[in-house]
């Protein structure tokens, strides 16, 4: 009989455990993300440029992430790509004006632009 004390008293502190855990969970409330400030990557390296003679552009780009569940905003620009010039030296068979005109072959060359006729 004695055992059978003992088996029923483990039996209901394990109930009332399990029952404690259980109400704990109903009364947790649901946590909020956490706030996430605006980030910005570093900038990449500048491409090749877009010509192989003359002035042509190059860019670099970078990410911007905004700010989610009340991070803050980013204070600076927020730009994500950058262009500048950049110069590969006169055209062969072009004046640095760009404005002569050569006939090869049956191709106009105009400036570094090439039309076949």
Same mark, same amino acid.
């Given at each position: 009989f004695?055992?059978?004390?003992?088996?029923?008293? &483990?039996?209901?502190?394990?109930?009332?455990?399990?029952?404690g855990?259980?109400?704990?969970?109903?009364?947790?409330?649901?946590?909020?993300?956490a706030?996430?400030?605006?980030?910005?990557?570093?900038?990449?390296?500048?491409?090749?440029?877009?010509?192989?003679?003359?002035?042509? +552009?190059?860019?670099?780009?970078?990410?911007?992430?905004?700010?989610?569940?009340?991070?803050?905003?980013?204070?600076?620009?927020?730009?994500?790509?950058?262009?500048?010039a950049?110069?590969?030296?006169?055209?062969?068979? &072009?004046?640095?004006?760009? &404005?002569?005109?050569?006939?090869? +072959?049956?191709?106009?060359? &105009?400036?570094?632009?090439?039309?076949?006729?």
């Open positions: 004695q055992t059978m004390f003992n088996r029923v008293k &483990i039996l209901k502190s394990f109930l009332f455990l399990v029952l855990y259980l109400e704990a969970c109903k009364l947790r409330k649901p946590s909020k993300p706030p996430v400030d605006c980030t910005r990557s570093l900038w990449s390296p500048w491409s090749a440029c877009s010509v192989t003679c003359g002035t042509g +552009m190059q860019k670099h780009t970078r990410k911007v992430e905004q700010p989610k569940h009340g991070g803050k905003e980013c204070v600076e620009d927020h730009k994500t790509e950058e262009f500048r950049c110069e590969k030296g006169d055209c062969p068979g &072009i004046n640095t004006a760009g &404005i002569s005109v050569i006939l090869v +072959m049956g191709v106009f060359i &105009i400036g570094c632009g090439v039309f076949l006729f």
